[in-house]
């Protein structure tokens, strides 16, 4: 049994009818649908959608997430162009776009990051708002790059967990391999806004949290949100912990003091999520 | 017959246990009422009622789980 301040609300409006068809339509896969997201009502009846390019299978097989693990699919050569319509569809004026991490392919994804942007930015306007979530492109500097080259409004990277629980949580992934991903943008472009995310209830201790929040922070990472981790399914690791709201905002005034220029944190709130 | 029926709740998610209903059979309900709470793996939802009208039937007990797109209830 979940606490209660958990429970959403399943709205049955027009506006999760038009999101739910319009993703159909193209084809396109989305995080809120793929990762069982529970906000799915609440966004997609504001028409917000968060989509997973290059595929909708993972390289990686992380302990906390349902994205399916195994042979990677061919790159659609036209799911740029497909998401920039459904945008221009959904009328949506700010978009996040991430994928799952592609470890078969020469530029991890990068080059199809890069072509999504630049797809939007041409099709829906220089104005709309772009955040990319990418994956760590094993660090490649050149995969960077090449994501900030196309402009996006932020760049995102999520540690997800601390470092202690990696071995469990993110299996093939690497703490400082991650840091040092965000550390890279600030290095290529100190103008990005850089942003991370953790989930809680993990395992994790409050210093722990905070030790991360501290990495963060030296790799110049300006935006934070931290959310409540829920099992999508018995496959999955367990919930240790389930956090207060309260605790959610003790962390919350712990990140501005440490310099974070935008904190979300709540226990619904995930990496994508933005209240109002 | 207005049936109300388990709304899709995410990739691979085939079911759903109701946890509670928030009226009787013979109640009268308004649209957007919360009806029923429905729990999946990851999350608790409320779920409102799609139409007024009067709960005729509930047709999964609490505690039984349900698929996706099975009816839950008949409203008319």
């Not at chain 1, 529970?38 to 390289?59: M, V």
Request: net charge neutral; proline share 5%; charged share 25%.
């Amino acid at each position: 049994m979940q606490p209660s301040w958990l429970k959403r609300q399943i709205i049955l409006d027009s506006g999760v009818d038009i999101t739910n068809r319009v993703i159909k339509e193209f084809g396109l896969n989305t995080v809120c649908y793929s990762a069982r997201c529970p906000n799915i009502f609440e966004c997609f009846s504001k028409k917000r959608a968060t989509f997973l390019i290059l595929g909708n299978c993972c390289s990686r097989n992380c302990g906390f997430c349902s994205i399916a693990r195994g042979r990677p699919q061919a790159v659609d050569e036209e799911e740029p162009s497909k998401i920039a319509e459904a945008l221009l569809l959904l009328g949506l004026r700010r978009v996040v776009i991430t994928s799952v991490t592609r470890d078969d392919m020469a530029d991890g994804g990068s080059g199809h990051f890069k072509k999504t942007i630049e797809t939007i930015r041409r099709v829906v306007g220089r104005d709309i708002s772009i955040e990319v979530l990418v994956p760590d492109f094993r660090g490649a500097d050149k995969a960077i790059a090449r994501v900030i080259e196309a402009g996006p409004d932020i760049f995102g990277h999520n540690i997800e967990t601390v470092p202690g629980l990696y071995a469990g949580i993110r299996p093939f992934s690497d703490y400082a391999r991650s840091i040092g991903v965000l550390r890279r943008v600030k290095q290529i472009c100190p103008t990005m806004a850089t942003k991370s995310s953790l989930m809680l209830g993990l395992g994790e201790t409050e210093s722990e949290v905070v030790s991360v929040m501290k990495d963060l922070r030296q790799a110049s990472c300006d935006m934070l949100a931290l959310g409540q981790y829920l099992r999508p399914s018995p496959a999955q690791v367990e919930v240790r912990e389930f956090l207060s709201p309260q605790a959610f905002l003790r962390f919350k005034e712990i990140a501005y003091s440490l310099g974070f220029k935008d904190v979300q944190s709540a226990p619904l709130v995930r990496s994508s999520y933005r209240e109002g | 017959m207005p049936e109300v029926k388990m709304p899709d709740l995410g990739e691979g998610i085939t079911s759903a246990t109701v946890s509670m209903w928030y009226f009787s059979e013979g109640d009268s309900v308004s649209r957007d009422d919360d009806l029923v709470e429905l729990v999946t793996d990851k999350a608790t939802f409320n779920m409102p009622s799609p139409v007024s009208g009067r709960l005729t039937k509930i047709l999964v007990n609490e505690g039984d789980v349900a698929d996706i797109g099975t009816a839950l209830a008949i409203i008319e």
